[in-house]
């Protein structure tokens, strides 16, 4: 189950790239329901109908206005109540925008304020108290802090190495390489969110903290390879690659419906590699996404993180049906793990509709899923929506005392809505859950303390 934890949240990173080149205020109105496929459920789990029966219980409907998603003047407001059996279960609104929003209810008088940067950090502590993946939870559920961590490395790159066709630039010295390799000494302090996401990616590796330090170190890093060279600047057609005497560091191939781009910095300090690669493939409408970082000594990976993805649909598609995999490896992982769903969706004028599939390993089955209907329109408002602070304290970072403050005003409710669906618990999801708890070690942990 821990991996179903994370296939749902994967949903919103799909769904939100899809919507990104939106113009203008849009609305969007969706109703989210759990599709289970009991045949297709792993041996270890001894109640696959009664988990059917229970998730299906449930929906998700809501609205959302929204405007420039991801970027900086990003508006994300609407509201989202959770049904179950058809009568409502909670209802929550929420205004802000991926980074800062706050989320309340009409029945409790409150906001809750949060800092969606500091969400890695605050998920790390299942990792570390409780054994659970709640890093990779955090990854991939908080799509806005993969797509600025990223961001923050690419404008980094192309704003200093970047050289225009026309420009008749052919070297960096190095004293340019050096006053670069001194900006890239802070940049994971100045860009907290890239290193939350990389830290938190490869957490199970134990290697970020020499990752860390190389960077940190990056003039001292830089000697020890380029050894006073500059850099030349080759073209071979569509080609531009970077080279620092026996090392090829960059180089990106952009052509009308293919790009790619590889990065390669060589033995450093520590004695790792650094290699950084990603294909974009236009494929019609669609588009099809392979990328890989990896940590190497020695040309073996000590940890590899990979995603490759066919017929992620894009804003302009109809129709896209394929599959997704996100996974880790190396020597430092020990067995491979992964993470593969099938994903389907089709847009029909101002409908659009999804289904997310997770596969399991030992079926090949996909023993859970969840479908979304929705509709796309203009913002129909007489004025648009604005982006209110409510400030307060972020959630991710309350102590003890603001904790128990919280846990206070939201146990009424919490008690209010656990009861109806205390009541609706299949004994046999009951036995499911109690014994992964109880095999994992997390039952333990939780009577002792």
């Known amino acids: 189950m821990q991996k179903s934890i994370s296939f749902f949240l994967c949903l919103l990173l799909l769904f939100t790239t899809i919507l990104v080149r939106a113009d203008g205020f849009k609305t969007i109105t969706y109703e989210a329901n759990f599709e289970v496929d009991d045949t297709a459920f792993p041996e270890t789990m001894h109640s696959a109908k009664d988990w059917k029966s229970f998730l299906e219980k449930f929906s998700l409907k809501g609205y959302a206005h929204f405007k420039n998603l991801f970027d900086i003047e990003e508006v994300l407001e609407g509201e989202a109540d959770l049904y179950l059996k058809n009568k409502l279960l909670l209802d929550l609104n929420h205004t802000g925008n991926q980074q800062y929003f706050w989320i309340g209810s009409k029945n409790i008088n409150n906001f809750f304020a949060f800092n969606a940067h500091n969400y890695y950090e605050f998920m790390l502590k299942g990792y570390f108290f409780l054994g659970l993946p709640t890093n990779y939870i955090a ?60 830290r938190s990616a490869i957490m199970d590796s134990g290697v970020f903290e020499m990752m860390y330090y190389d960077f940190q170190i990056a003039p001292e890093y830089l000697e020890s390879f380029a050894a006073g060279e500059s850099m030349q600047v080759l073209r071979e057609g569509s080609k531009t690659i970077y080279q620092i005497g026996e090392y090829e560091i960059l180089r990106y191939d952009k052509q009308p419906d293919r790009d790619e781009y590889r990065i390669y910095l060589p033995p450093s300090p520590s004695g790792f590699e650094y290699v950084a690669e990603a294909i974009v493939q236009k494929n019609k409408q669609n588009i099809d996404v392979h990328a890989r970082f990896a940590i190497q000594m020695e040309g073996l990976d000590y940890v590899a993180v990979q995603m490759n993805s066919t017929n992620l649909p894009s804003e302009k598609s109809s129709k896209a049906i394929g599959n997704t995999i996100f996974s880790i490896s190396g020597d430092t992982i020990g067995q491979d793990k992964s993470i593969q769903f099938h994903h389907e969706y089709i847009k029909n004028e101002d409908n659009i509709n999804i289904k997310l599939r997770l596969r399991d390993d030992t079926t090949g089955g996909y023993p859970i899923g969840i479908k979304i209907n929705a509709e796309l329109k203009d913002f129909q408002g007489e004025k648009d929506p604005v982006f209110f602070d409510y400030r307060g304290e972020d959630f991710y970072s309350l102590n003890d005392s603001a904790l128990k403050t919280v846990k206070g005003i939201l146990l009424p409710y919490i008690i209010k809505a656990a009861i109806p669906v205390l009541m609706e618990i299949p004994s046999g999801v009951i036995n499911d859950v109690y014994e992964y708890l109880d095999q994992s070690g997390i039952l333990g942990t939780l009577v002792a303390k």
């Open 139 to 198: 990854v991939l559920s908080y799509p806005n802090g993969a797509v600025q961590a990223i961001r923050n490395i690419y404008n980094f790159i192309a704003k200093r190495f970047y050289v225009d066709p026309n420009d008749e630039k052919t070297e960096f010295s190095y004293e340019e390489l050096h006053a670069i390799a001194e900006e890239v000494s802070s940049f994971f302090d100045e860009e907290y969110v890239t290193q939350q996401f990389i």
